[in-house]
């Protein structure tokens, strides 16, 4: 029976009376953690330490190289880390006990026990002790196999898009699951650390897991009791889920004839953040952390350079699971942190779809810096599992899902060097992760462009109808609660990436410069050598006028564009001066 927080407090009282500290501590602990320490006095529980100080990253946007980008994004965090925790690093170094730092968001792991709590929970430095809860990934439904090629490639069109020369070449995708059956046919050739005679984990493997997961009931917490065991120095799956997944992005067995990966020329690096199918926060964090900077197996020096373009993240935290909104914001901050380093992170937007409107609430699903997916069946129409929008578990009802992918009968590879039939959004994920490196592969400059990636997707999705209304989204508008923008469209996307271009910070050298660019709430434009009369014109993707304006120049001048009420969304423009056009384009996120 769940103790009432009142009941909580008082019987807290009564435990910790010995404390000579103030009580208010415990208004910084998760009342989940109070409730651990009451059942199992004496015993330690792992938590988090979080940390308020945030670094400013807006400046991440003036960066058009994606590692420029995620060494400035890499710098901050860890600096902002080193010197929020420094103290609170000493107290536990000085007093031997185990931890982990994370600076991918600012906090702390460590296993601690009522008197360590109340401690850390006193300091003015410390911000919260969350829980870190262990969790069990949401069920997956097996179908039976069928040896046709795999239909959701065809459904969003991706073997038009190999017609045209792109198969994912040049991009690396990462996922965090289960882990990965490496050497499996369909994916051992993609794989980053294997270059067809040798294997190098480094930068290209991380594992998460440092213990069995209590959730098992295992008699004994021996590794022995995990297929791949603990601290896996290659890539490894306990399961079976990951391999699938990743089989999905990537993957093609050429001898078998069977092609089941929607970017199949793509590279591919992984963290396994699941043990048996249960995670916690903090391995969800942890593979957050090495994806914005991999690290050797080792865990030493971190480089952001080999970062991946893309993470699919095909995994369930709801709050009857255990998280709940003290640890969710760490959630949000590890996806905005990757966002911000130019990273696209995918995430399925789960399996709650019998609960009707409002069941997408699972991080990161949930979150506005998520591209989250829901699945459709062969026809075209939802399937019943998939999680609709608004999110209203934490009151935002913002819009999820951002857009629908084929997720029900998915084949694609397993354990053993074997195949399955699998259905869920997990499956509808990897397929908008591969279409990302399609993207990517089509035009290089969007390597980093996380808004400009996730626009285009958006936009050339093919708009799908529900009867369903969910709060300000109804079913027979675009976008709605149950397909968000609609099902992909890997040509149409291709089709609009190939026509999209970056515009270079200023540079006196040129004679046109918009910034910021992206934009959000303001646009300029820099204007060089002109003289006299220039007229501006702004279109949307569509090519729809949106603004036409005059002026008169001479020199150098800067004007600012009226950005009043434009939606998110790519923007072309035309420049004609004394016979003289110049075109680009721009981005509102």
């Known amino acids: 029976m769940r103790l009432s927080l009142i009941t909580l407090l008082l019987i807290s009282a009564i435990i910790f009376s010995s404390s000579t500290l103030d009580g208010n501590w415990r208004d910084k602990v998760d009342e989940s953690l109070l409730e651990k320490l009451i059942d199992n006095e004496g015993a330690t529980v792992s938590c988090l330490i979080m940390f308020d100080e945030k670094p400013d990253l807006s400046r991440a ?24 925790q420094n103290s609170v690093v000493d107290y536990l170094s000085n007093n031997e006990i185990t931890f982990r730092s994370f600076y991918v968001v600012n906090a702390i792991e460590v296993k601690a026990n009522s008197e360590l709590i109340e401690i850390l929970a006193n300091r003015p430095d410390v911000f919260h002790i969350a829980d870190n809860p262990a969790v069990k990934m949401e069920k997956i439904i097996e179908e039976p196999i069928q040896r046709a090629p795999e239909w959701g490639i065809k459904n969003i069109q991706a073997d038009s ?4 020369g792109y198969r994912g070449q040049g991009v690396v995708v990462g996922g965090q699951d289960t882990g990965y059956e490496w050497t499996h046919p369909a994916i051992v050739n993609t794989y980053r650390g294997w270059d067809g005679t040798n294997a190098d984990h480094d930068y290209n493997w991380h594992d998460a897991i440092h213990s069995i997961n209590p959730l098992h009931g295992d008699s004994i917490p021996d590794p022995s009791n995990n297929p791949c065991g603990l601290d896996v120095t290659f890539p490894c799956d306990d399961h079976n889920h990951g391999t699938h997944t990743m089989g999905t992005m990537v993957g093609s067995d050429i001898a078998n004839e069977i092609e089941i990966g929607v970017a199949p020329e793509a590279n591919w690096i992984a963290c396994r953040n ?26 030493n020096n971190p480089d952001p350079s080999k970062a991946p ?6 995994w369930s935290c709801p709050e009857m699971e255990g998280c709940n909104p003290s640890n969710w914001s760490l959630m949000e901050t590890a996806v905005n942190n990757l966002k911000a380093s130019g990273v696209v992170v995918v995430v399925s937007a789960g399996n709650s779809g019998e609960q009707g ?10 979150f506005e810096g998520s591209f989250s997916i829901g699945a459709i069946h062969q026809n075209d129409t939802i399937a019943n599992f998939s999680s609709r929008g608004p999110v209203t578990v934490d009151s935002s009802f913002i819009l999820k899902p951002n857009v629908a992918a084929p997720g029900v009968g998915v084949l694609s590879c397993i354990r053993d060097s074997s195949y399955a039939s699998y259905s869920g959004t997990s499956m509808a994920g990897p397929h908008v992760a591969g279409l990302v490196a399609l993207l990517i592969s089509a035009n290089s400059e969007l390597a980093g462009q996380v808004d400009a990636i996730e626009d285009i997707i958006e936009q050339t999705a093919i708009p799908m109808l529900d009867e369903m209304n969910c709060g300000e989204f109804p079913g027979d508008q675009v976008p709605n609660a149950v397909y968000g923008y609609g099902r992909v469209n890997a040509l149409a996307a291709v089709n609009q990436a190939l026509q999209y271009s970056s515009i270079i910070d200023v540079d006196p050298s040129i004679q046109v410069a918009f ?35 005059d002026w008169k120049l001479n020199g150098n001048e800067t004007k600012a564009i009226n950005v009043t009420g434009l939606p998110t969304g790519i923007y072309f423009y035309q420049i004609t001066n004394g016979g003289k056009t110049f075109e680009g384009k721009v981005m509102r996120f």
């Open 61 to 84: 946007q003036s960066f058009f190289n994606k590692t420029d980008k995620g060494q400035f994004v890499l710098d901050e965090l860890k600096r902002t880390a080193a010197i929020s």
């Open 161 to 164: 898009v190999w017609s045209l």
């Open 274 to 299: 699941m043990e048996r199918g249960y995670g916690m926060p903090s391995t969800y964090i942890e593979c957050f952390e090495w994806f914005l900077a991999p690290y050797d197996i080792a865990g």
């Open 309 to 314: 373009h893309v993470i699919c993240n095909s």
């Open 357 to 366: 409107c409002g069941s997408v609430q699972t991080p990161a699903a949930m």
């Open 515 to 549: 910034y910021p660019n992206p934009f959000k709430d303001h646009l300029s434009v820099a204007l060089f050598n002109f003289s006299g009369d220039i007229t501006f014109t702004m279109y949307d993707a569509s090519g729809k006028l949106m603004q036409e304006q």
